[in-house]
């Protein structure tokens, strides 16, 4: 069924999140800090709000997706009046800390609150790749599912409004340690007469197929008591450190696999 949705931010990602519910037929309100960048979205059939405030006070749903968490708390905090009783649904990147402090103060004013963490870049909306993590009130992750789903596979991870942002940024830390891995593997073949290109051809497939440890070692992180290491911890430290020398000789050593060693023993 249709739903009134406003939508906060029209960015490239709230722009993005925006088409996507208007696509799925929902009576769509806007607001942007800059009014022209609402304009391609009325043409479509939204309508524009003045002010923040209007924009909050419309709609059954309310979506932020603006530059932070100051900006968030700056438009919702004058408006707790005009929230009491709706829902509304954080997809502006935050940490842990000002999502449970969000969450806080939406309880303090009877406010269903919902932090999200789109794990997507904006052209992926509404396709096959993009999931966005959504963490707080569990009653209106059900309710709204129809419209989350919208924007890509829709996936619940705790009441702890901390949670979507935890999982979205432990998921791009992964992301980082893989980058930073590449490019010190990279160092390290010029110096035979390789290439960084050579070697993307040949660490990406190897590196997909080892995404599949990730399950196997879980459950050891999960419950350490009853884990089996597949690898024991001097497996793990003499080869890393075999990497490490390698890094030393040929002169392009940084403390990444030092880093390594002091964090992935025993897996
Ligand atoms: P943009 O820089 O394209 O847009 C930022 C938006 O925030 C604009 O609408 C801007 O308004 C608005 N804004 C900034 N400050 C304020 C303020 N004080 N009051 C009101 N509005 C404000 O960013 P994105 O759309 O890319 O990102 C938006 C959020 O989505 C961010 O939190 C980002 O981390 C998150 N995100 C983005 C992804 C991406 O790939 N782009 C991926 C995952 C998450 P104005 O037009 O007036 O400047």
Same mark, same amino acid.
């Given at each position: ?156 991870? /705790? ?5 979507? !942002? ?5 998921? @791009?830390?992964? #992301?980082?340690? +893989? %980058? $930073? ?11 035979? /007469? ?5 070697? !993307? ?5 190897? @590196?997909?197929? #080892?995404?599949? +440890? %990730? $399950? ?52």
């Amino acid at each position: 069924t249709a739903q009134h949705i406003s939508v906060l931010g029209l960015g490239a990602m709230g722009a993005a999140l925006a088409q996507a519910l208007l696509a799925g037929g929902h009576q769509l309100t806007v607001w942007n800090r800059t009014p022209s960048r609402a304009e391609a979205l009325v043409s479509q059939g939204a309508q524009v709000a003045a002010t923040s405030a209007e924009a909050l006070a419309v709609a059954d749903l309310v979506i932020l997706c603006l530059l932070d968490d100051a900006s968030v708390r700056e438009h919702l905090e004058p408006a707790a009046a005009a929230l009491r009783g709706r829902t509304v649904i954080n997809l502006t990147t935050a940490t842990p800390e000002q999502a449970r402090s969000l969450g806080r103060w939406a309880a303090e004013h009877e406010v269903a609150l919902m932090d999200g963490g789109i794990m997507a870049v904006p052209s992926m909306i509404g396709g096959p790749a993009a999931f966005v993590l959504y963490s707080g009130a569990a009653a209106e992750f059900e309710r709204f599912h129809g419209v989350l789903e919208l924007f890509g596979r829709a996936e619940f991870v /705790g009441e702890d409004f901390g949670a979507a !942002a935890m999982y979205d940024l432990a998921i @791009l830390g992964g #992301m980082y340690s +893989m %980058f $930073a891995g590449f490019q010190q593997g990279a160092k390290m073949v010029r110096t035979t /007469g390789g290439t960084a290109a050579h070697l !993307a051809t040949l660490m990406a497939p190897f @590196l997909q197929a #080892m995404t599949t +440890m %990730f $399950a196997q070692y879980a459950p050891g992180i999960d419950d350490p008591e009853s884990y089996v290491p597949e690898q024991d911890a001097d497996f793990t430290a003499g080869a890393i450190g075999t990497i490490d020398k390698a890094a030393v000789e040929s002169g392009t050593a940084t403390e990444l696999f030092g880093v390594l060693l002091r964090t992935l023993p025993g897996i």
